[in-house]
Each structure stands twice: as structure tokens, then as C-alpha cells.
């Protein structure tokens, strides 16, 4: 099993910057690619980034691209995700995940992570 533990949020005004932290510990070999998604209430949660195990290929949501950044610190089995320029439509919940698998790649599928941080609240004022 892995555990994935999510820190940073909290309330920012619009335009402001936020950087998210995820801790895995557990069984961190079985992980490959991680991602981060997010969640409003009533809605499905939906892709905001994802990295591959070497950090070398990064995927985002159009929503965000240009103005958040996925990194990782395979060393500390720590990824980030720092988010610029924040907007009000950015506030929701905000998971952390892992693949399983060597070779699998950055994701936008939730059904393609094996493993889920309980998440940090993220709220953009206006």
C-alpha cells in the first residue's frame, strides 16, 4: 500500500500563488506517474496535472496550463504542484494520486491511479 498525503492550501485572493505538497510513504517503489485532480461539490473530480516517474514529461489540464507547474522529488517521494495567477474557478479540493507500474505514463484518467490522498481545500476569493 501506499499513503499519500496532501498539504498547502488554503485562502488566497485571485491572482495570488499556492504550492501544494503530496508525501508518499508506504510502498513507494510500485509508484510511476503521479497526478494531481480536483474536486468542487456536486461535481466529478476532474484532471489538473500529472508527471512521470523521471519528471521529465508533464501533462495539464487546459485550464491551467501556462499558469500552474508539476515537480517531484523522487528522493523525498514528494511532488508539488505550484499554482500562479490563481482564479476563482481554481477553488475546490485538491487530491493527490499515484500509478502503479513502471512505465506508465502521466494520465489524465482517474481510473488509471491506484492511489488517493485525502486531499487540501484550495479557496480563490475575488
Known amino acids: 500500500q501506499v499513503q499519500l498525503v496532501e498539504s498547502g492550501g488554503g485562502l488566497v485572493q485571485a491572482g495570488g500563488s499556492l504550492r501544494l505538497s503530496c508525501a508518499a510513504s508506504?510502498?513507494?517503489?510500485?509508484?510511476?506517474?503521479m497526478g494531481w485532480f480536483r474536486q468542487t461539490p456536486g461535481k466529478e473530480r476532474e484532471f489538473v496535472a500529472a508527471?512521470?516517474?523521471?519528471?521529465?514529461?508533464?501533462s495539464f489540464a487546459d485550464s491551467v496550463k501556462a499558469r500552474f507547474i508539476i515537480s517531484r522529488e523522487n528522493a523525498n517521494n514528494v511532488i508539488h504542484l505550484q499554482m500562479n495567477n490563481l482564479k476563482p474557478e481554481d477553488t475546490a479540493r485538491y487530491y493527490c494520486?499515484?500509478?502503479?507500474?513502471?512505465?506508465?505514463?502521466?494520465?489524465?484518467?482517474?481510473?488509471?491511479?491506484?492511489?488517493w490522498g485525502q486531499g487540501t481545500q484550495v479557496t480563490v476569493s475575488s
Open positions: 494520486a499515484a500509478r502503479t507500474g513502471g512505465l506508465a505514463s502521466p494520465s489524465d484518467r482517474i481510473d488509471h491511479y491506484a492511489y
Open positions: 508506504g510502498r513507494t517503489l510500485s509508484m510511476s506517474a
Open positions: 508527471i512521470s516517474w523521471s519528471g521529465d514529461v508533464t
